[in-house]
């Protein structure tokens, strides 16, 4: 009964950040928590996604090879339930993702272990694992225990650990694990890749807005430029999308969509109506430029600045060249 | 002695056929009148009573007046008026003729047409006619010359190139109504003509149309020959033309004539501004068919004149917006003759007759209603039909949820309730709690004014100067909830009701006052017109009117003479609605300030646009918004400095209008509060009011020092915390230390309730009751949680769309049932209800105290509980709740019941039995398809389908649905996921202002971008 076992996630033969992630969040409580720190890979070729995987902390890399690479909520319960079994991990570390909601407060509720998601700091307090997640929207934090508990089942906020930069010197152990008597539960049908064409505010991470501040509909180009450049989602406020600037997709506000996802919003030339607060104030870091140094826009702002808009981005755009 | 034969030289054959036509076209006409009133008597019963005999006196004055008709269109008003009197002395001089030969000769043998009163007679009739001739002749002139748009009936506003084929009708219609008159008219001075040609009384100059006509016609070679021709062919023509006109009144646009008489009696002075309620009797909530208006809205229907004031004043009309109100009343009228006022079959009113976005494109501003010259009652009519779309929940998704918005918090910006009170927080005096302590006015703030920062502003303002000015004011602070008046216009009656019924009980629960103020237009009218229907309320004063005062007593003096040039929007509630034009120009005058009218003023005014919920609905794209066409307007009088309102919703409509319509540079857009603030110079008043500097330092850094201490109280609880966690709340098992894994979490035991045989499929959908939680709070003595009383409650929006994913379901399998879960307190029945409301068949509530801040696994072991004993065959619930979002208890629910699930779904396909075909989303959009076999859980993301709406009314109506309550004392103090150590604020983020060129700002900022994204 020890260690910490990390769950991999992949998709369509990608390793995903969320990996790295959890591999980084494990070995920041590794020393007080006690090794090893295990990954387990589920896939039809799991041995693809080792290389990526073997980073500096990680001990052992157990790889299962199943039949389809596809995710399957129950094959990959089922993979981590006997996995858990086997080795008797103190904690087991998988991604508050769609895939990871998918199966992960299914094996907790079958080991009957511990079991918090979305949690965003980890920490260790007299050997026991204590995790950090938000309530009620996020304006407070919840410090959580796990008294008594054997196993310990976490879901990581993605985005939030660092994952370690250096390849680590893992060995490597195939693990079988005998699925037959698990049955064809799901039926794995297709994949359909998203519509490329249009924004997705509410799940932009970044997001370079616009708002009146920009001052004429000319220069709205050098603004989806900037926001090209710096990786941002272009969002703007009521006024420029019913002005048909841009269309009603990358309106962010009460009327268009709540930027939900979003950790760092960068206003530009918006004063911030009540409206439009509703669909940003929530974002982690608000970075607000704009002339008037009495609009509401600062009152949620965590950085601001009253500097000329076409000014400032062109300056912006120089820093980034 | 001076009279004249009438039936010159007409046979008795002719004689008997003209009075066999003539009474047959009184008995015509007679029929087609009470044909109309069969049709009215089929119309419901009116909502609001109506006080005929002031609308006699009123209708008699308007029309005799003719102010209706001369009202934004004083040509119109002049034509009409000659049509009008030289109609009318016309039917009144054939009335007299036919009242001497037919009632008092025959009768009485008494005779009076003859002598003097003949030659006045004479000479009023040939007056009158030329009066008529050259009335028409105008109208035609207008109609022909200057294509105005209100009389096109194009409806270009909805991009329509060509007349609908009524509307040609209506075009044929009026051209015929003004012709025929014409005709008719012009046919009687030739008969004169004629008559005095060949008769030549001495006293033809008593008839000097007449005379002249027949001097011309004799100039141009006509002899006694030829007239006594025309004067039988025309006597003939002229009077079976006359008997055709009468017969066609009822039928064309000529029965405005009886029509509007009967709508300008029955005109409700108040529309609008004190709507009907909903006539539960009636077996359905406002109009879905013809037949389910009332009788005086189908006399509405018949009264229009198709005259375009309406149309003209429409804003919506003005911006291109799919609604006229003529076209809308006209497509009703045509709508009810063809029904007669029964229900039609195979024709849906909204959808077909009238579009539902021509319902919501009304701002309810009352322009219509106001200009209308017979007496319409537009917005009464739209209110109707807009009552049946909530009830049906058909409206546009952002005003859906701004509805459920109000309902949870008492407000429209989703803001917590106890922010109402937040903008007094920068006031240098403190502002009493009414509910604390008396005083002498109560402040209705209202909902813009309470949470919009520019408005709040305004309201620091006024405090200021009420204060100054000695007023002794309270507010209701939190107690407070949006006056409704919007939420009745959009047509959420129940909603209106319940915020009535709120503000009512805080008003009467609150210690004294004597009468209310508001800056508020809205709130104005819902509280002054509407309010006392439902219980005693104080009087309401708007606060242009309390300043205006305060200036003429002397209790408000200007120090500064503004000497600005100013325009003055008046908002529509305040007066088009209640008549108040002239204190707020009062006010603007006593501060030296030019008043520059705007073309639309007064009861002219043009609506912002925000008006009847608009404000919650977004603006259909493409188009001019009112707002900006107003802008328009102010920009075009010559160099004004500002432009004044005095109501919150103005003030952000047209702040940002400015902007939008190109005109930041032209003028200001101000509240009148702040002008006088500046005028009475305000800011330099340090008043024996305002406290003390010295008070004010001290006052400050006590905030300080209390910030401070509260800073490290964090950790103070965290170390107390500690000490408790040796001995957590939840004992440990004895047996967990020596376990690695205790083996799978089971089913709570709950004790059995009665559950139905199963008829169909049963789909089980697990709701939350989700905590909403505003910016301020304070924790629990534990430090584990916020106080509950900082908490206000909804349903959670993802159980929503599972919820309406289930009610889908069952009713594409035309069969079965949907069971709502929830593990809550008492309170979450404010959720169940709604659920059920929504369509849920039954609803079941597990709880007991040890519940309270319960972790997933927990409440997944209760709802599994339910699961064992309802055996459904499928379960939805949300991805999440937005309180906690843990995005776990759904699958841990699953696995304890052994059951295949699926998490995150955005698509469902379920074959009724055994298969299900299912949609996931993974992140960055991709989707993953798969099928699995049923029963099964699923967890269902927002955007999957639009949830249903369930208005106030459905919800007090669903109490009657079954709701259990089941007992879940057998889950207190067993293992669950976590245990709380502490709660805690993060740090919070304050604007950290960059200072420099922006060049240093960029560099600063791009630094912060490489870190963060």
């Known amino acids: 009964m020890a260690g910490i076992l990390a769950i991999a996630e992949h998709i369509r033969g990608e390793l995903r950040d969320i990996t790295g992630e959890l591999i980084g969040a494990a070995v920041s409580v590794k020393d007080q928590l006690g090794g090893p720190l295990m990954v387990a890979v589920i896939g039809d070729d799991p041995g693809a996604f080792v290389a990526k995987i073997d980073l500096e902390g990680v001990d052992e890399i157990l790889t299962v090879s199943v039949d389809s690479s596809d995710f399957d909520a129950t094959v990959y319960e089922e993979v981590t339930c006997r996995l858990g079994t086997l080795r008797q991990p103190r904690v087991i570390l998988v991604g508050h993702t769609i895939n990871g909601m998918a199966f992960a407060p299914a094996v907790a509720a079958r080991l009957g272990g511990g079991l918090a998601t979305d949690v965003f700091a980890l920490d260790v307090d007299n050997g026991e694992i204590v995790a950090t997640r938000g309530a009620y929207g996020g304006k407070v934090n919840l410090e959580l225990g796990f008294p008594g508990k054997g196993v310990v089942t976490l879901m990581l906020r993605g985005a939030t650990f660092k994952a370690p930069e250096a390849a680590g010197s893992a060995t490597v152990t195939p693990v079988e694990v005998d699925l037959a008597g698990l049955g064809g539960v799901s039926t794995h049908l297709d994949y359909t890749d998203a519509p ?123 820093q980034f060249n | 002695m001076e009279t004249r034969e009438l039936f010159w030289e007409i046979g008795p054959t002719a004689y008997v056929v003209f009075y066999a036509v003539a009474y047959s076209v009184i008995a015509f006409f007679l029929w087609s009148v009470l044909r109309h009133i069969l049709k009215y008597r089929r119309g419901a019963s009116h909502p609001l009573p109506v006080d005929v005999w002031a609308g006699i006196g009123r209708m008699i004055r308007e029309v005799l007046s003719q102010r209706p008709a001369f009202r934004r269109d004083r040509f119109a008003g002049h034509g009409h008026t000659q049509i009008f009197y030289g109609f009318v002395l016309l039917f009144i001089g054939t009335s007299i003729i036919t009242l001497e030969y037919e009632i008092t000769e025959p009768l009485f043998g008494f005779t009076f047409w003859q002598g003097g009163f003949y030659l006045v007679f004479s000479l009023v009739m040939d007056i009158a006619g030329v009066a008529l001739i050259a009335g028409l002749i105008f109208m035609i002139w207008r109609r022909a010359g200057f294509r105005l ?199 849906s009113l909204i959808g077909d007759i009238i579009d539902p976005e021509t319902l919501w494109a009304c701002t309810s501003c009352g322009a219509c209603s106001e200009v209308c010259p017979v007496g319409i009652e537009h917005p009464a009519i739209i209110l109707q039909m807009r009552r049946h779309l909530v009830e049906q929940g058909e409206m546009d998704p952002q005003l859906q949820s701004t509805l459920d918005t109000v309902a949870n918090l008492g407000n429209s910006f989703g803001e917590n309730p106890r922010k109402r009170g937040a903008w007094t927080k920068d006031l240098e005096f403190p502002v009493k709690d009414i509910r604390e302590e008396p005083a002498d006015v109560l402040w209705f703030v209202g909902d813009y004014a309470s949470f919009d920062p520019r408005n709040q502003k305004v309201n620091q303002t006024v405090a200021r100067l009420l204060r100054s000015a000695g007023i002794d004011f309270a507010l209701l602070y939190e107690g407070e909830r949006t006056a409704g008046n919007d939420i009745r216009r959009v047509g959420e009656e129940g909603l209106f009701e319940s915020l009535v019924e709120h503000n009512l009980d805080q008003m009467n629960g609150a210690k004294k006052f004597s009468w209310i103020i508001t800056t508020d237009p809205h709130s104005y009218n819902t509280i002054k017109n509407e309010y006392p229907e439902f219980g005693e309320v104080a009087p309401i004063r708007h606060y242009s009117a309390v300043l205006a005062e305060l200036f003429e007593t002397g209790k408000l003096k200007p120090i500064k003479p503004l000497g600005k040039r100013v325009t003055f929007h008046d908002p529509c509630y305040l007066g088009r609605l209640n008549g108040e034009y002239e204190a707020s120009r009062a006010v603007l005058r006593a501060i030296g300030c030019e008043l520059v009218e705007m073309p639309r003023n007064r009861d002219n005014s043009f609506c912002c646009g925000a008006g009847g919920g608009r404000i919650w609905m977004p603006d259909p794209p493409g188009l001019e918004r009112p707002s900006e066409n107003r802008m328009h307007e102010a920009a075009a009088l010559d160099d004004i400095d500002y432009f004044v309102t005095c109501c919150p919703k103005d003030l952000t409509m047209f702040e940002d209008a400015r902007k939008t319509s190109g005109h930041e540079k032209d003028f200001v857009v101000t509240d009148l509060a702040e002008l006088v603030a500046e005028a009475i110079e305000l800011e330099s008043i340090p008043l024996k009011d305002v406290p003390s500097l010295v008070e004010r330092i001290t006052d400050a850094v006590a905030n300080q020092i209390a910030a401070v201490e509260a800073a490290p109280a964090a950790p103070a609880v965290a170390t107390e915390v500690e000490a408790t966690t040796a001995r957590p709340p939840t004992p440990p098992e004895p047996a967990a230390e020596a376990a690695w894994s205790p083996g799978p979490v089971t089913a709570a035991e709950l004790p059995p309730y009665e559950v139905p045989a199963k008829e169909g499929p049963r789909i089980m959908v697990a709701v939350k009751h989700v905590a909403v939680l505003g910016d301020e709070y304070a924790f629990t003595e534990d430090g584990r949680d916020v106080q509950e009383d900082y908490l206000d409650h909804a349903l959670n929006e993802w159980d929503d769309a599972a919820l309406e994913e289930a009610l889908l379901t069952v009713e594409r399998a035309g069969a079965g049932e949907v069971v709502a879960v929830t593990v809550g307190p008492e309170g979450a029945e404010a959720t169940l209800r709604k659920v059920l409301a929504k369509g849920a068949h039954r609803a079941v509530r597990v709880w007991n105290d040890s519940l309270v801040g319960a972790d997933p696994v927990t409440v997944a072991r209760a709802l599994a509980g339910v699961a064992v004993q309802e055996q459904p065959d499928l379960i939805f619930t949300g991805v999440q709740s937005s309180d906690h979002a843990h995005g776990a208890t759904g699958t841990v629910l699953a696995r304890i019941l052994r059951l295949p699930y699926a998490a995150v779904v955005i698509y469902v396909e379920w074959d009724g039995a055994s298969k299900l075909v299912v949609t996931r989303e993974l992140e960055g959009g991709v989707r993953h398809r798969f099928e699995l076999p049923s029963p099964a859980v699923l967890t269902v993301q927002t955007g999957i389908n639009t949830p249903r709406y369930a208005t106030m009314r459905m919800i007090k109506q669903a109490k009657d649905k079954p709701l259990v309550v089941v007992d879940g004392s057998s889950l207190a103090g067993t293992p669950a996921g976590y245990v709380v150590r502490r709660m805690y604020t993060p740090p919070k983020s304050q604007a950290e202002m960059l200072e420099g060129s922006a060049e240093e700002v960029a560099a600063a900022i791009a630094k912060i971008i490489r870190e963060k994204r």
Request: aromatic residues 8%; charged residues 20%.
């Open chain 1, 196 to 318: 490329t064409a249009d924004v997705d505010i509410t799940k932009a991470e970044f997001i370079l807005a616009i708002g009146r501040g920009i001052q004429n509909e000319e220069n709205v180009p050098r603004f989806a430029a900037l926001a090209e450049q710096l990786g941002a989602t272009l969002g703007c406020s009521r006024p420029i999308a019913d002005a048909g600037w841009l269309p009603k997709a990358h309106q962010v506000g009460q009327s268009g969509t709540v930027a939900t996802a979003c950790k760092l919003y960068l206003a530009l030339g918006i004063s911030g109506a009540v409206q439009h607060l509703f669909g940003m104030k929530q974002a982690d870091t608000i970075i607000a430029i704009n002339t008037d140094s009495d609009a509401p826009i600062f009152n949620v702002a965590t950085y601001g600045a009253c500097t000329d808009v076409l000014e400032f981005a062109d300056a912006l755009e120089k």
């Open chain 2, 149 to 347: 748009a209100k009389l096109e009936y194009r409806r270009s506003y909805r991009g329509e190139a060509e007349l609908r084929p009524p509307a040609r009708g209506w075009r044929r219609e009026d051209w015929l109504f003004v012709g025929v008159l014409l005709l008719i008219t012009v046919t009687g001075f030739l008969q004169e003509a004629v008559r005095l040609s060949m008769d030549q009384p001495p006293w033809q100059a008593w008839s000097p149309v007449g005379l002249g006509l027949a001097r011309v016609l004799e100039g141009l070679g006509m002899d006694a020959e030829g007239a006594a021709a025309v004067r039988s062919a025309n006597w003939w023509f002229h009077g079976m033309l006359s008997l055709a006109f009468i017969a066609a009144i009822p039928w064309y646009k000529a029965k405005h004539m009886i029509a509007a008489l009967g709508s300008l009696v029955i005109r409700d002075p108040k529309v609008l501004s004190r709507l009907p309620r909903v006539d539960e009797e009636a077996g359905h909530v406002g109009v879905a068919s013809i037949e389910q208006f009332s009788w005086k809205d189908a006399l509405n229907f018949d009264a229009c004149i198709r005259c375009g004031k309406c149309h003209e004043a429409c804003p919506a009309t003005t911006v291109g917006a799919p609604l006229s109100p003529r076209d809308l009343i006209l497509d009703l009228r045509e709508h009810n003759d063809a029904a007669q006022g029964r229900a039609p079959e195979g024709v």
